[in-house]
């Protein structure tokens, strides 16, 4: 994942890439709409660059951000993942906290911040 004050954020999963930045602008002013349970991906953290010292400070309040990942074979949404958040569920973790705040993105919302993956083969426009 990237992120500089210059740069857009985007985090990469399997062959998807979704824009955070853009994201995160859509569901501006947006109150949670569920929780995680933080142990539900604990395993996966793993896959995930995690900076400890930045993890010690975020924002536990701030929700999870969640898009619906496409299922490969029918492209019809399936499994939720978090797009915006690993540091915030990795310190969730480490203090035995085991709910988060999420939004979960729609369908139609997923695929206009997704740069690549499923049908999108190159960035699209906004």
């Known amino acids: 994942m ?3 004050s210059t740069e857009r954020q985007v985090f990469e999963a399997l062959a998807f890439v979704w824009d955070v930045t853009a994201a995160l602008e859509l569901i501006e002013g947006r109150q949670p709409n569920r929780h995680i349970n933080v142990d539900d991906w604990a395993d996966l953290l793993r896959f995930v660059s995690i900076d400890e010292n930045h993890a010690a400070t975020v924002d536990l309040s701030k929700p ?3 898009a619906p990942l496409p299922d490969p074979s029918t492209g019809q949404p399936g499994l939720e993942i978090p797009i915006d958040g690993w540091h915030r569920l990795s310190r969730a973790l480490s203090e035995r906290i085991t709910t988060l705040p999420a939004i979960a993105l729609t369908p139609e919302e997923e695929r ?5 993956g499923g049908s999108r083969s190159s960035r699209h426009g906004r």
């Open 2 to 4: 990237s992120n500089t």
């Open 64 to 66: 999870i951000l969640l």
């Open 112 to 116: 206009k911040v997704r740069i690549r």
